[in-house]
C-alpha cells in the first residue's frame, strides 16, 4: 500500500512542483499576468489551473493521512501565486515524507469514512480508498494541471509530468 501512494504521490508533486517553474518562465518571458494563468480551464465547467494544483495536494496528503491514521493536514486554500503553489506542494511533500511505510502497509481492510462538505459520507476500505478513489483523482487533477499549461503554450514534455522518483 505504501510503495503504491506515497513515492507515487511525491514523484508527481515534485514533478507538478517543476511544471510551475516553467509556467513562471513562460509567463515572465510572455508578459502573461500569472493571475490569468492559473485561472485557465481545459472546458468552461473544469476547475481552473490554480484549482487543479490545490486539489492535487488534497487528494495525495489526504489518502495517505487517512490511511496511516494522521490527522489530515489542513491548507490555508489562500494561494494567488505559483510561488504560492509551490510552496503548498513543498507541503504536502513535507508531510508524505512523514509517513512511514509501517503505517500504511497493512491497510488494505481498514474502514475509512469520509464526510464531503455537504454532509455525505462515503465508506471505503483502504485498499478501495487508494486505488478506486484516490490514486484516479490524484492523477486526473495533476494531467490536467499540465494538460492546461500545455494548452497556454509552456513548453512541456512527459519527463516533466514524470518528475523524478523520490530518493
Given amino acids: 500500500m505504501y510503495s503504491v501512494s506515497v513515492p507515487v504521490f511525491m514523484q508527481h508533486l515534485n514533478g507538478l512542483s517543476g511544471v510551475l517553474d516553467k509556467a513562471a518562465a513562460h509567463a515572465a518571458a510572455r508578459k502573461i499576468k500569472e493571475e490569468d494563468l492559473l485561472g485557465m480551464k481545459l472546458a468552461p465547467d473544469m476547475f481552473p489551473l490554480l484549482r487543479q494544483i490545490r486539489t492535487a495536494t488534497d487528494h495525495a496528503v489526504n489518502a495517505a493521512a487517512r490511511l496511516a491514521g494522521k490527522e489530515l493536514p489542513k491548507f490555508a486554500n489562500d494561494e494567488t501565486t505559483i510561488a504560492q503553489l509551490k510552496e503548498r506542494i513543498a507541503q504536502a511533500i513535507a508531510f508524505l515524507k512523514s509517513v512511514k ?40 487533477h495533476v494531467t490536467t494541471a499540465y494538460d492546461i499549461l500545455r494548452q497556454c503554450g509552456v513548453e512541456l514534455g512527459k519527463r516533466d509530468f514524470m518528475g523524478s522518483p523520490p530518493a
Fill in 101 to 140: 511505510p509501517g503505517e500504511v502497509d497493512g491497510t488494505e481492510d481498514k474502514d475509512i469514512s469520509i464526510t464531503f462538505p455537504n454532509g455525505n459520507v462515503r465508506e471505503f476500505k483502504g485498499q478501495g480508498l487508494l486505488i478506486g478513489n484516490s490514486l484516479p483523482n490524484f492523477y486526473f
